[in-house]
């Protein structure tokens, strides 16, 4: 079942079966399609249905669930466990996981033979256990309502109890971790999953917003698995037929990397330019309509001396420093001014982008406060493949806009984003033959 859902997933996707089949599963919140697990769903469900019965508060549901459990058991001459052998609860089960069945079942089915099947599955034990702890006799299990069925799970740091009333959700999200720990170990495909300094509610609209085209969808996939076929993989898969340089330098020092292609190849300039302009464009709209009419709003130009009323004499003040922010919001009433830097750096790199243009520009922000006005520096940082940085939504909420506002613009450029680099890549296979 799982791997129908898989290899449907991948055809839709266009992957091909070296791709991880993390992602697949994971939520649409933490970058992935959001896919249902139905062998995960079946066996949490079922189990969790199945314990609910034994526990259950109800006295004639608890009793007959526990002396069918009973029944079944001894049908199958399944021997008590002794204290120290493996148990399923109270029963014997061998090695393999499986019951010690000691006669035929002759084809009959058992929802507690098959209970114990998930749990082995799971990784869960079960146990009767009293109310202060004590052993149980398996004689006294079905009237006695102080006993009940305790469930515990292993995991690297000890053992865990599963609490029965929330054990479908628990186990689900059991199995949702141990996938993600797997792809984000990934060395390639896993090199962008769950960026830690990533916003997570913004960064993955790409993925639920069925207005975008298929090929953007599919491009945001590949790319973020890094499985585009560029020549940096090419050239791992088949090192005596592939270069992993740009082609596009004559110097070799290039890999052919997807940050390469997005952001680092001099060849694409007025691509990432055109990028990151709308960007601007798109953030600086919003902001716009917030400010009052008194506020002047300057974008894509340097700062100037004259835009400030000071008595300054030193008119070469801002000229050695940078001083080419891309949004420029002053308030001469309010002797205010806030500044916007707007970056599109490659998801990997967002953080690092973050606190370099963060220092770039503490110099202009030290000199506009001498000036006498109350300057702020909000840097917004944008992936290349749509995340988004953690701090830009509290940046633009600072500049004015309501948190909801705030979020729709970045989903909005996520998308932008993303698009532009979709069109930097077909760019890129235009160039190569
Ligand atoms: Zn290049």
């Not at 599963?162 to 390639?188: D, Y």
């Amino acid at each position: 079942m799982t791997n129908k859902t898989v290899s449907l997933v991948r055809k839709w996707l266009g992957l091909n079966t070296h791709s991880t089949r993390d992602i697949i599963f994971q939520a649409r919140g933490d970058g992935g399609p959001g896919v249902p697990n139905i062998e995960w769903v079946y066996t949490a469900t079922r189990t969790n249905h199945l314990l609910k019965m034994l526990n259950c508060d109800d006295v004639t549901v608890r009793e007959m669930a526990r002396e069918s459990l009973l029944l079944h058991m001894q049908r199958r001459k399944i021997p008590p466990a002794k204290e120290n052998e493996r148990q399923f609860l109270g029963f014997k089960i061998k090695d393999n996981g499986k019951l010690d069945i000691r006669t035929a079942g002759f084809g009959v089915r058992s929802d507690w033979m098959d209970l114990n099947d998930l749990c082995h599955r799971s990784g869960i034990n079960l146990k009767w256990a009293g109310p202060d702890g004590t052993p149980v006799a398996l004689n006294s299990v079905v009237m006695d309502p102080l006993i009940n069925v305790c469930a515990t799970f292993e995991q690297e740091d000890g053992q865990h109890e599963l609490s029965i009333k929330t054990a479908r959700a628990t186990m689900l999200r059991m199995k949702v971790e141990e996938s993600a720990q797997h792809w984000t170990s990934l060395s390639l495909q896993g090199k962008l999953a769950l960026l830690p300094f990533a916003n997570h509610s913004v960064s993955h609209s790409i993925l639920s917003n069925t207005t975008i085209g298929e090929d953007v969808l599919i491009f945001c996939i590949k790319a973020r698995l890094q499985v585009l076929p560029k020549k940096y993989n090419l050239a791992i898969c088949y090192p005596s037929q592939h270069n992993p340089h740009c082609i596009l330098h004559p110097t070799p020092d290039n890999k052919e990397t997807m940050a390469h292609i997005l952001n680092g190849c001099s060849f694409y300039k007025g691509l990432y330019i055109a990028r990151h302009d709308r960007l601007v464009d798109l953030v600086s709209q919003e902001l716009r309509q917030v400010q009052d009419r008194t506020t002047h709003m300057y974008k894509h130009s340097t700062v100037k001396l004259n835009w400030f009323d000071h008595n300054c004499t030193d008119n070469n003040i801002l000229y050695n420093i940078p001083n080419t922010p891309d949004i420029v919001f002053i308030n001469q009433a309010r002797k205010s001014v806030t500044i916007f830097e707007i970056g599109c750096a490659f998801d990997l790199y967002m953080d690092t982008c973050f606190t370099s243009k963060f220092m770039k520009y503490q110099p202009l922000v030290e000199c506009i406060t001498a000036l006498g006005y109350n300057c702020q520096l909000i840097i917004v940082v944008f992936g290349s493949l749509g995340h988004v940085h953690k701090l830009v939504l509290r940046g633009l909420q600072m500049g004015g806009l309501q948190k909801a506002d705030a979020k729709r613009v970045l989903k909005f450029c996520s998308v932008s984003a993303t698009i532009g680099s979709l069109h930097i890549w077909k760019r890129r296979c235009v160039v190569y033959p």
